[in-house]
Antibody, heavy 120, light 107 residues
Framework: QEQLVESGGGVVQPGRSLRLSCAAS????????IHWVRQAPGKGLEWVSA????????YYTDSVKGRFTTSRDDSKNTLYLQMNSLRPEDTAMYYC?????????????WGRGTLVTVSS | EIVLTQSPGTLSLSPGERATLSCRAS???????VAWYQQRPGQAPRLLIY???TRASGIPDRFSGSGSGTDFTLTISRLEPEDFAVYFC????????FGGGTKVEIK
C-alpha cells in the first residue's frame, strides 16, 4: 500500500543541525509534491515546507526560511529536510505528506512522523 | 492570511450521537477549498473531506462536510468508538493554514 515513512528525528542542541528523511513506497514518487507539516507537543498542525514534484519549486513558512531546505532523491524515492540553526520552538513531530493536485495543498497521504526535540 | 477558528474546542458526546464541528474563516475561502482531517492519539492525521464536501477515498458516509464562504461544518452522523479523536480543518486556497482543532471525547 502507498506509504510515507519519516526518519532522522532526535534530540539536538539549539543551534545545531538535523536532517530528516521521508521515504515513499508503492506510488510514483515523482508525480507528487511532498510537504512537511509539524505539530508541537499538544498543539495544532503547522505547514512547514513544500517541494514540487520535480524539485524545482520549494516553499517554506516564514519561521524556517533561511534555516530549512529540502531536496529530493527520486532514485531513492526520498525527500530530505535539512534543518540548520535549530531553535527550541522547532521542537515538534514532523510529518511528511503528499498533495495530489498541483497548487492545491491538501494532503491525502501522511507518514507517521518523526520527533525532533531541540533542547540543551 | 486567512485565520481558521474551530469550535467548540472540545465536544463531549456518547457513541451513536451526532457530532457537529464548526470551522470559521476570517475571510471568504476561494472555491470552498477546505479540508478536514481526523487525528487519533499517537497517529498521523487522516484526510476525511476536501473541497468542503467531498469525502476522501475510503471514508465512511457517516462523515459529511458542508458550508461555503466563511462557515464550514463537519458532521459525524452517528459516532462510532473509533471516531473519538481530534479534528482539524484546513484552508488550501491561497494559503494553507490549519484550524486549532476540535477534540471529540467520550461523555
Amino acid at each position: 500500500q502507498e506509504q510515507l515513512v519519516e526518519s532522522g528525528g532526535g534530540v539536538v542542541q539549539p543551534g545545531r543541525s538535523l536532517r530528516l528523511s521521508c521515504a515513499a513506497s508503492e506510488f510514483t514518487f515523482n508525480n507528487y509534491a511532498i510537504h512537511w507539516v509539524r505539530q508541537a507537543p499538544g498543539k495544532g498542525l503547522e505547514w512547514v515546507s513544500a517541494t514540487s514534484s520535480d524539485g524545482t519549486y520549494k516553499y517554506y513558512t516564514d519561521s524556517v526560511k533561511g534555516r530549512f531546505t529540502t531536496s529530493r532523491d527520486d532514485s531513492k524515492n526520498t525527500l530530505y529536510l535539512q534543518m540548520n540553526s535549530l531553535r527550541p520552538e522547532d521542537t515538534a513531530m514532523y510529518y511528511c505528506a503528499r498533495s495530489v493536485i498541483r497548487g492545491l495543498w491538501y494532503f491525502d497521504l501522511w507518514g507517521r512522523g518523526t520527533l525532533v526535540t531541540v533542547s540543551s | 492570511e486567512i485565520v481558521l477558528t474551530q469550535s467548540p474546542g472540545t465536544l463531549s458526546l456518547s457513541p451513536g450521537e451526532r457530532a457537529t464541528l464548526s470551522c470559521r474563516a476570517s475571510q471568504s475561502v476561494s472555491n470552498n477549498y477546505v479540508a478536514w482531517y481526523q487525528q487519533r492519539p499517537g497517529q498521523a492525521p487522516r484526510l476525511l473531506i476536501y473541497a468542503a464536501s467531498t469525502r476522501a477515498s475510503g471514508i465512511p458516509d457517516r462523515f459529511s462536510g458542508s458550508g461555503s464562504g466563511t462557515d464550514f461544518t463537519l458532521t459525524i452522523s452517528r459516532l462510532e468508538p473509533e471516531d473519538f479523536a481530534v479534528y482539524f480543518c484546513q484552508q488550501y486556497g491561497n494559503s494553507h493554514p490549519f484550524g486549532g482543532g476540535t477534540k471529540v471525547e467520550i461523555k
